[in-house]
């Protein structure tokens, strides 16, 4: 027997020894995948209490979702129900609402994929009918949820969504660094068209009852009338008119996204800030890696499992294959 017949002879018997050895492998790796295994690595989560405001600008229809004319209310609710699958398992989100001057939590962060259809349906019953006061001084409400957060167990972020419209307004400062408790992560999310529009009126049942006009709201910001404020003010920026809030005295009636306003206020609570179009950029934001942390999150194994089994079927087979493979290659050939 020469070296070349030995050596196929050594191939042919490891190949029957490897055929059964394939199938037992293949068995059971199936056969583990009844046990449902997991093992836990550090993967990137996040953890928010969205806050969204519930005040009566809030119902200005001058926003699209779908294409479709909606409430800056309803497109930030809409958002959000849409953007939570995008959250990767082992993600969690609260949710409270905002009105007068402070932040109402409604429930502490769940895991979105265990808990998504009770998400969903508390998202939903949000509404302007949750307002207990019609002010909305946001710069001190950002600055209460803050510490809300910050005291709830896993410090989750905030996410504040808003239109940015103070009532009453305020005085053109915002409270200086060395006034404010150290700021936690998140970001504002502002919602709303950039024309002025008409803000709806409605009863405490929520019924529509017109428009507020230049008459019913105040038209300049409380301090100049000694009323106080909804927040300290850095007296220097305040005289320099450094720090705007997007007051329009005589227009406080009418209302749109206060952008820059916004922007002042999370660069001043050293938070993020984004404009929010639809689902999607709502999910990016919710999911930035600035916002994330690692998590110990068990990783399901039965995928990986089946795949082995998968290849371990197809490398015993595997000289069948080649075989019939080189059998099609010359009938190929000759029909060619």
């Known amino acids: 027997m020469n070296v070349r017949t030995a050596v196929a002879a050594l191939a042919a018997r ?61 497109l930030a609710k809409r958002a959000l129900r849409d953007a939570l699958p995008a959250l990767p398992c082992g993600s969690k989100i609260g949710l409270a609402v905002f009105t007068e001057y402070r932040a109402f939590l409604l429930f502490a962060p769940a895991e979105v994929c265990a808990h ?35 005291a709830l167990p896993g410090q989750p972020s905030l996410v504040f969504v808003t239109d940015g419209h103070e009532a009453p307004p305020l005085a053109a400062g915002l409270a200086s660094a060395a006034e404010q408790t150290a700021p936690a992560p998140g970001l504002i999310v502002g919602v709303g068209g950039l024309q002025p529009s008409p803000i709806p009126r409605t009863d405490p049942l929520g019924r529509p009852i017109g428009y507020w006009g230049p008459g019913d709201v105040l038209q ?98 595997a000289a069948a294959l080649r075989a019939l493979g080189a059998r099609l290659r010359p009938a190929a050939a000759r029909r060619a």
């Open 116 to 150: 998504l259809d009770e998400l969903r349906s508390a998202i939903a019953h949000v509404d302007g009918r949750m307002a207990w006061m019609g002010n909305s001084e946001i710069a001190k409400a950002v600055k209460g949820a803050q510490a809300m957060v910050a």
């Open 220 to 317: 300049t910001d409380a301090r100049s009338l000694g009323l106080g404020n909804a927040a300290p003010v850095d007296r220097a920026a305040d005289d320099a008119g450094a720090l705007p809030t997007g007051a329009t005295p005589g227009s406080e009636h009418l209302s749109s996204l206060r952008e820059g306003y916004l922007r002042v206020l999370a660069a001043d609570r050293g938070l993020q800030y984004v404009r929010l179009d639809d689902a999607a950029t709502l999910a990016r934001a919710l999911t930035a890696p600035a916002l994330a942390r690692p998590v110990p999150t068990p990783v399901d194994l039965r995928p990986a499992l089946g795949a082995l089994a998968a290849l371990l079927l197809l490398a015993r087979h």
């Open 14 to 74: 490891g190949r029957r020894h490897a055929s059964p050895l394939a199938l037992a492998l293949s068995a059971l790796a199936l056969s583990a995948t009844l046990w449902e295994p997991t093992w836990t690595l550090p993967r990137p989560r996040v953890e928010h209490v969205v806050a969204i405001d519930v005040t009566q600008s809030m119902d200005v229809v001058d926003v699209q979702y779908d294409r479709r004319p909606v409430s800056r209310l309803e």
